[in-house]
């Protein structure tokens, strides 16, 4: 059957959001080339889907995303998640494309996870988006993928100070949940051991290609009420016929996977961008599904991904060739 937009619960907090999102890091100019009035007519598009659940962070584009998605959003209806974690100060990096930034604003990030750090990255992000409210507040890139040997140091300053901000902002109303916002399972478990968090935006580890928190992480997350926000369901792209996965290039065995799980899409006329983007939401624990698309049309694309009927039969025959978990739920086919 088709899926329509529809709200799930955050937790165990009243906030609802959409199932389908809008991820925010090519508004900044991550990895793509987008003009702000490009990125206008992104945002604009997506409201007018229907779409009213937005993620941004600081770090795309050092700002210009949190700028152009403030603007759009203002006076009008909607969600948002923001990040802390990452300050921004005055003056330019000297390597953008190191970064994977086109054309960011003239400013660079100072990692601060401390109870001062996450105060003064929460007031920054709202003068930059000029709103008067930020719904979902997330420690971003917390974790040993994106501070290797440093996040020990990271995340003591998350324990000691950082989540009793982000809890204090809660309790006052001033959001309305808190989570982290990462790209790895085990700093989510981690997190679970330090504070009640209510989401987790978990980037590329709950796709069609990989479904290693089922196991552990997942049923930790149902048993403290966190629920979980998939973002990258594309992989980095390689589940719509681009060479990037993890934000590198594909290595041969993601590579050969995809192929044999597009020869099943194939046989049963399914394109397996829909199966990828349909397939986090079987779990009941996935409150919603943001892709990043880089322009207007490739939002349509996803929305017609998104309302492309995936059969039953193709979930199961994927499942009797191993290709993706045998418990893992999948969507109701038709």
Known sequence: MSRAIEKRQVGKTELMIDTLGLGG???GGNFVDLSYNQAVELIAAAKAAGIGYFDTAPWYGFG???RVMGDLLRSSDYILSDKVGRLLRPG?????????MVDPLPFHVVYDYGYDGVMRSFEDSLQRLGLSR???LLAHDIGVFTHGDENSRHFKD???GGYTAMAELR???????IGLGVNENAVCMDALGIGDWDVFLLAGRYTLLEQTPLHDLFPSCRAAGTS???GGPFNSGVLVGREMWNYAKAPADIVDKVRKIGAIADKHNIPIAAAALQFPLGNDLVTSVIPGPRDANELQQILNWFQTPVTGDFWAELKAAGLIEGDAPVP???
């Open 92 to 100: 330019p990096v000297d390597n953008p494309a190191s970064f994977g």
């Open 171 to 177: 309790a006052a109303g001033l959001v309305k949940a």
């Open 228 to 230: 979980i926000i998939c």
């Open 64 to 66: 210009r995303s949190e």
């Open 158 to 160: 998350l324990a000691d």
């Open 25 to 27: 890091a090519p508004l």
């Open 134 to 136: 930020i719904d979902v």
């Open 332 to 334: 109701a086919g038709k």
